[in-house]
């Protein structure tokens, strides 16, 4: 097989490129996740769409064919939905609190599902984290029960996505697979998937999307590219259900009267002991983070 028909309408220039139905996009994206086209298609493809830019069709697209080549976890009879954090960026500037943020969620009696690979090397990444939070990798397709964090790695949910976020290294670009990851819904029942982004223009094609596909999320401008809020301010969040908006939180505008006694340093070791002294009571649970929490449940309970 051969993704070249759709290079040829997607790789025309900003100005030329043909957007794919969502159909097309599904059968392009299946082909790139089953290993099926050269390396040298697949780099035409990030390049090509990383000019043009994905459509919500073409997004949602991309996504049934992650969906359709996933490993998805199942659901265990009694189990409350599964709130899905999806970690790729990790720690710059400030502390990757995602953990804390699943700590926090799993404490309230949710299941939680975190998912991500290292993919920028000058980053802190959460994995780093997890053994001393007790937060364990998901090692086989198997329920979560309520009240409980897993980790799964990328590699095990759906290795060709891997693969797709790897080429980065090699081009030097983000490509779809950077976008997809942010969106995908790894479990086959009840579920919330909490999707960030960085940059405002990335709040409106995201929102098309989770309408588009239906979705049941919390959308937000997270902490650097991870899903949680900033700790120093309170970020504009909207919610979907059945991809139906549901208005959660406008935008506030500077930072909060009380802001959070974030620790100077961001590696593993000093954001871990952050996080365990929130959750012993000794730090209290940053005010936009603990929003953030809320908004999850009351979304959880009209799933």
Do not use: W
Request: proline share 8%; net charge neutral; hydrophobic share 45%.
């Amino acid at each position: 097989m051969s993704i070249a028909p759709y290079i040829k309408e997607i790789g025309r220039g900003k100005k030329g490129a043909r957007s794919l139905t969502r159909a097309q996009a599904t059968d392009l994206f299946t082909q790139v996740l089953d290993g099926s086209v050269s390396d040298l298609e697949i780099g035409a493809f990030c390049i090509a769409m990383r000019i043009k830019g994905e459509t919500p069709d073409e997004m949602a697209g991309f996504l049934d064919a992650t969906r359709a080549t996933s490993a998805l976890l199942p659901t265990a009879p009694s189990q409350r939905p599964v709130v899905v954090l999806p970690s790729y960026n990790g720690a710059r500037k400030l502390p990757a609190l995602t953990p804390l943020l699943a700590l926090l969620l799993a404490r309230e009696g949710l299941p939680v599902l975190m998912h991500g690979t290292a993919t920028e090397a000058s980053r802190v990444h959460i994995q780093n984290m997890l053994p001393a939070l007790a937060i364990p990798a998901q090692a086989a397709t198997e329920p979560i029960a309520n009240g409980h964090i897993v980790f799964a790695s990328t590699t095990h949910l759906n290795p060709g996505l891997t693969r797709l976020l790897e080429v980065r290294r090699v081009i030097g670009l983000r490509n779809s697979a950077h976008s997809v990851v942010k969106l995908m819904n790894p479990c086959a029942g009840p579920s919330l998937i909490v999707a960030s982004y960085t940059h405002p223009e990335y709040a409106i094609s995201m929102a098309e999307t989770l309408a588009l596909t239906q979705a049941n999320a919390l959308l937000l401008r997270g902490t650097e590219g991870e899903p949680v809020a900033d700790p120093r301010r309170i970020p504009p969040m909207e919610g979907f259900v059945q991809g139906q908006r549901v208005p959660l939180e406008d935008m506030q505008r500077g930072p909060l009267a009380t802001t959070a006694d974030l620790p100077k340093a961001i590696d593993a070791d000093t954001t871990t002991a952050y996080i365990q002294a929130i959750m012993a009571g000794e730090q209290a649970v940053p005010v936009s983070i603990a929003k953030q929490v809320e908004h999850i449940l009351h979304l959880c309970t009209r799933l």
